[in-house]
């Protein structure tokens, strides 16, 4: 019996053996040549200046006292509480009451946030408050308005947030040496966009009085009352005939995303985020407020007369796709750049890393 043969593949390579000598000799030359591929680099890090002052706020420890009343600001303070539990190591949050300070000397936290200046604070609070060894910071609701009585309180405190930018002069003539304009962002669990039933929609949604300064405001774009669905809240709107005049309690969010576009002037700065919240095209008059935060013409149109009230808003009438783009711009932004997280940031960053 024929043995079948054992096929094995061939090599078609050319096998070369080099002598010992030549084999290390090889050997060395590409060691040296990896060691130096290999040098080690100077650490580009060493060479940074430090941050002078930078502080984690994973670190800080804080002590939240609301003062914030009313229904419709429970709802900010919770928010406002679990944004700081997100940048913070821990926050503790109360509400004011009598001997509240008594919690101050308990948990010994590094940063005192009083928020809302709502409640009176007892005599004996307000001279621990001054006392007390660590940062204090008041996050004021002083909206269009402020007192006397506020600005004693807020000199108290190491830095002082305010809702009007147009307030930081007085409370730095009361004393008060770091002043910010911080305003509350929109409560987005009720201010977002959302679908809503016929007897809110208009063509224009009208913010502000029809009264002293918004008087020549509103006879400026009139006409448009008897030809378009126009609700209207403020105060003097019912001198003119076709208006919805909404009640003065009325809430406004289902308005908001029920309107193609919000006129307003004359009125808190809450209303520019809670309109962006909505992603509503707003026309709004120029103030101060507006710039912190919002880019006209971006995120937001403003006017300062009548005349151009009513040329923007005959332009935006008929410019659907860039009345569309600014509403979009400003929902983003709401979300990303004035939500209350950012602004919560903003309040830490501005005491532990510029003090």
């Known amino acids: 019996m024929t043995r079948k043969k054992k096929h094995r593949p061939r090599n078609s390579g050319i096998t070369v053996r080099?002598?010992?000598?030549?084999?290390?000799?090889?050997?060395?030359?590409?060691?040296r040549?990896?060691?130096?591929?290999?040098?080690?680099?100077?650490?580009?890090?060493?060479?940074?200046p430090s941050i002078s002052g930078f502080v984690d706020h994973k670190q800080i420890r804080i002590l939240m006292v609301s003062s914030l009343t009313g229904e419709s600001m429970w709802q900010v303070e919770q928010m406002i509480a679990e944004q700081f539990?997100?940048?913070?190591?821990?926050?503790?949050?109360?509400?004011?009451?009598?001997?509240?300070?008594?919690?101050?000397?308990?948990?010994?936290?590094?940063?005192?946030?009083?928020?809302?200046?709502?409640?009176?604070?007892?005599?004996?609070?307000?001279?621990?408050?001054r006392k007390a060894p660590l940062k204090k910071a008041i996050w004021l609701s002083d909206g269009s308005f402020t007192s006397e009585s506020t600005a004693r309180l807020a000199a108290l405190f190491d830095y002082v947030f305010t809702q009007n930018t147009l307030h930081i002069p007085f409370y730095q003539h009361s004393g008060c040496k770091n002043v910010r304009y911080l305003p509350f962002a929109a409560d987005r669990s009720l201010f977002s966009p959302r679908s809503v039933n016929a007897e809110y929609k208009s063509y224009l949604l009208l913010l502000g009085d029809a009264r002293g300064a918004g008087k020549e405001y509103a006879e400026k774009i009139k006409h448009l009352?008897?030809?378009?669905?126009?609700?209207?809240?403020?105060?003097?709107?019912?001198?003119?005939?076709?208006?919805?005049?909404?009640?003065?309690d009325t809430e406004l969010q289902d308005y908001y995303n029920g309107a193609e576009l919000v006129i307003h002037w004359g009125g808190p700065a809450a209303k520019f985020f809670d309109i962006a919240a909505c992603g509503v095209f707003q026309l709004a008059e120029g103030h101060p407020n507006i710039y912190e935060y919002m880019n006209p013409g971006e995120d937001i149109v403003i006017f300062h007369t009548a005349d151009e009230l009513l040329e923007k808003l005959h332009y935006y009438s008929s410019h659907a796709d860039a009345k569309r783009a600014i509403a979009s711009r400003a929902l983003w932004k709401s979300t990303y750049d004035y939500s209350f997280l950012q602004m919560a940031s903003k309040l830490l960053h501005t005491i532990f890393n510029y003090s």
């Open 18 to 31: 080099l002598h010992p000598k030549t084999r290390i000799l090889l050997a060395k030359t590409v060691v």
């Open 33 to 48: 040549a990896l060691r130096k591929m290999n040098i080690p680099q100077p650490e580009a890090r060493r060479e940074l």
């Open 85 to 129: 539990r997100l940048l913070a190591k821990e926050l503790v949050s109360i509400k004011a009451f009598q001997s509240f300070s008594s919690a101050l000397v308990q948990l010994n936290p590094d940063l005192l946030l009083v928020v809302g200046n709502e409640e009176s604070f007892s005599g004996t609070d307000l001279e621990i408050i």
């Open 225 to 248: 009352f008897t030809i378009k669905k126009v609700a209207a809240a403020g105060i003097g709107w019912e001198e003119y005939p076709g208006l919805k005049v909404l009640a003065p």
